[in-house]
């Protein structure tokens, strides 16, 4: 079976553009989380999906934003970016979000300059 | 006050060694809690799930403290390929299930 699966795996961007990142979870996995992790921190929070509905939101600005398809797939999508906006973006699925584990995609490595 | 604390280390410990590791949550509603293992540039994969009761999984034995909010991993007979961060994660509850990462805890073991 195939795992969670994101895409493009690295990307570099110029200040002030957008970026579109991509996530497919695990087949019967409804639950779709975002995490962003810039080195020696842990994974921090962005958004939850679970059955196509925000469950979800850290503190991040609004210039991040988030959404889930009926496939379960989920897009995160980033405006006017900034040098601070340099981080590995970590997707997650699970079955449930109030007790399975999160299943980590490869990431996608982001690069603003 | 971080809602996940662990110490970031690192650990050096020599192989064969055993080395343990704590996380504390300050959340006391939360309620699923888990260890990750993530290598250098990678991304994290669960190690293992944390049960009330206490689990062991080969080497490894997770434990859950509910009255002092903390939860540890001890790992036995080190090896050089435990080398890696363990990131601990606790479900925050309350209405909604994020789970919440600690920044880590990095295990170096040498021959």
């Known amino acids: 079976d195939a795992g969670v699966t994101q895409s493009p795996t690295h990307l570099i961007k110029t200040r002030g553009q957008q970026v579109t990142l991509r996530c497919s979870p695990i087949?019967?996995?409804?639950?779709v989380s975002w995490y962003q992790q810039v080195l020696g921190q842990g994974p921090q929070f962005i958004f939850q999906?679970?059955?196509?509905?925000?469950?979800g939101r850290g503190n991040f600005p609004d210039r991040f934003s988030a959404r889930q398809f009926p496939n379960y797939s989920s897009e995160l999508n980033v405006n006017a970016l900034l040098l601070g906006d340099s981080a590995l973006y970590l997707c997650?699925?699970?079955?449930?979000?109030?007790?399975?584990?999160?299943?980590f995609g490869n990431g996608t490595r982001l690069t603003v300059t | 006050r971080k809602e996940v604390e662990q110490d970031p280390g690192p650990f050096n410990v020599p192989e064969g060694a055993t080395v343990a590791f704590n996380c504390t949550y300050s959340?006391?509603?939360?309620?699923?809690f888990f260890w990750y293992r993530q290598d250098c540039r990678k991304e994290p994969k669960l190690l293992m799930s944390?049960?009330?009761s206490g689990n062991e999984d080969g080497r490894f034995t997770a434990q859950l403290n509910r009255a002092s909010q903390y939860i540890s991993l001890l790992i036995r007979d080190s090896k050089l390929s435990d080398s890696a961060t363990y990131l601990c994660?606790?479900?925050?509850?309350?209405?909604?299930?994020?789970?919440?990462f600690g920044r880590g805890t990095s295990l170096i073991v040498h021959p």
């Open positions: 959340n006391s509603a939360s309620q699923s």
């Open positions: 999906y679970y059955e196509k509905e925000e469950r």
């Open positions: 944390v049960y009330s």
């Open positions: 997650a699925s699970s079955l449930d979000p109030r007790n399975s584990p999160l299943h």
């Open positions: 994660v606790v479900n925050e509850s309350g209405g909604s299930y994020i789970p919440t």
């Open positions: 087949s019967g996995h409804k639950s």
